[in-house]
Every structure is written in structure tokens, then in C-alpha cells.
């Protein structure tokens, strides 16, 4: 089946550990997104990528890495730095010729 | 301005009631339009795009005035299973990520 696979559902850290949350996609999609959303809130991007070996920041980047080694897999890093890291994390993908972008089931991450 | 308002809601309605979603952009030079629907701790889903002169499917009505930079959603006869919040999506160039409006949660009640 082809889609867009996230994990794990669900995360719990310790405050002040780094943490890694998985993007892959077998869509053969070039662009890919990380967004976050919190209680009541609309989607906010972190960061995508367009192309492989390539990404930019998002509205919300601070505290937040990413590597594009592979076209598949779009990895977010969550690091201690990120302040309020509690939230839903929503990984998204695009082909070149489309017009929207399909969405990962998401990551929820608690950090105690 | 937040670059996309949507109807702050919640709407509660009853079963087989009309309900209108409406949504406004700031930037005029927006070319794609977009509603998702999103349950409650699921991921967003492409319910439908916005064209400029306005699309139907089934239930659901979208419309667009670029003029008025005015996006709607009408959904007619309303479903238990219509219960959920409603984003309103804009894509301001080809390539640039989609910008989501903070969603209108709808309760449809029997």
C-alpha cells in the first residue's frame, strides 16, 4: 500500500533528552513537510523539504532539526532546546505535479 | 492579520441542518484553495479544493471570490459523521507549503 507512515504514535520523553520522530513515504513524492499542532491550534510548519539533500526553516524551527539524505524519509529531531516540545507532530508529502499534500497519521509527543 | 481566519465555531447543529464555514486570506497573490477535514486526534484529510468557479460534491459546496479573498463551505443535510473540525488550507505559490487556518470544529447532534 502506498502512503505516508509515522512512528511511533505515541512518544514519551524526559525533559532535556533529545528525540527522533520517523517520516517515510513510498509516494515518490519529492516535497515533504513537518508541521506541529497543539490543543485547539491550526497546523505550523517546522520545516520541508523540496528535493533530496535540501530543506528550509519553517515558521517554528527553533529547537528542531531535520536531515534529507534519502527521498523516502524526512526524520525530525527534537531537541532540548525546543521549549514547549509536548504536541502533535504531522508529517506531510506532495508530488511535483500536485496541488496537495497528503498527511502521516502523526506522532504524539508528551514530554515529562 | 493571521494569513488565513476561519469562523472561530463551535458549531452545534442537528442532524439534517445546513451549515455554511466561511474563511478569509490576506495575501492576493494566493493561487489554491483548499478545505481538510480533520477528526479528533487523526491527521488533516483533503476534503476538497476550491475552484474559482465554486464545485460541488454530493453535500458539500465549496466556493471562491478572489475579489473578496472569501473562501466558503456549505454542507447540506447534515451527518453524525459530518463531526469534526474543518480547516481552511491556502497555498500561496506552486511550490510553497500550504498555509492551515486554525479549523472549525462542527458537532452535528441527532
Known amino acids: 500500500d502506498g502512503g505516508i507512515t509515522q512512528s511511533p504514535k505515541y512518544l514519551f520523553r524526559k525533559e532535556g533528552q533529545n528525540v527522533t520522530l520517523s517520516c517515510e513515504q513510498n509516494l515518490n513524492h519529492d516535497a515533504m513537510y513537518w508541521y506541529r499542532q497543539d490543543p485547539g491550534q491550526g497546523l505550523r510548519l517546522i520545516y520541508y523539504s523540496q528535493i533530496v539533500n535540501d530543506f528550509q526553516k519553517g515558521d517554528i524551527a527553533e529547537g528542531y532539526s531535520v536531515s534529507r539524505e534519502k527521498k523516502e524519509s524526512f526524520p525530525l529531531t527534537v531537541t532540548s532546546a525546543q521549549k514547549n516540545p509536548t504536541a502533535f507532530y504531522l508529517c506531510a508529502s506532495k508530488g511535483r505535479e500536485a496541488d496537495t499534500q497528503y498527511f502521516g497519521p502523526g506522532t504524539r509527543l508528551t514530554v515529562l | 492579520r493571521k494569513e488565513v481566519e476561519q469562523d472561530p465555531g463551535p458549531f452545534n447543529v442537528p442532524e439534517g441542518a445546513t451549515v455554511a464555514f466561511n474563511c478569509t486570506y490576506s495575501n492576493s497573490a494566493s493561487q489554491s484553495f483548499f478545505w481538510y477535514r480533520q477528526d479528533c486526534r487523526k491527521e488533516p484529510k483533503l476534503l476538497m479544493s476550491?475552484?474559482?468557479s465554486g464545485n460541488e460534491d454530493g453535500r458539500f459546496t465549496a466556493q471562491l471570490n478572489r475579489a473578496s479573498q472569501y473562501i466558503s463551505l456549505l454542507i447540506r443535510d447534515s451527518k453524525l459523521s459530518d463531526s469534526a473540525t474543518y480547516l481552511c488550507v491556502v497555498r500561496n505559490s506552486g511550490n510553497t507549503p500550504l498555509v492551515f487556518g486554525k479549523g472549525t470544529r462542527l458537532s452535528v447532534i441527532a
Open positions: 476550491v475552484y474559482s
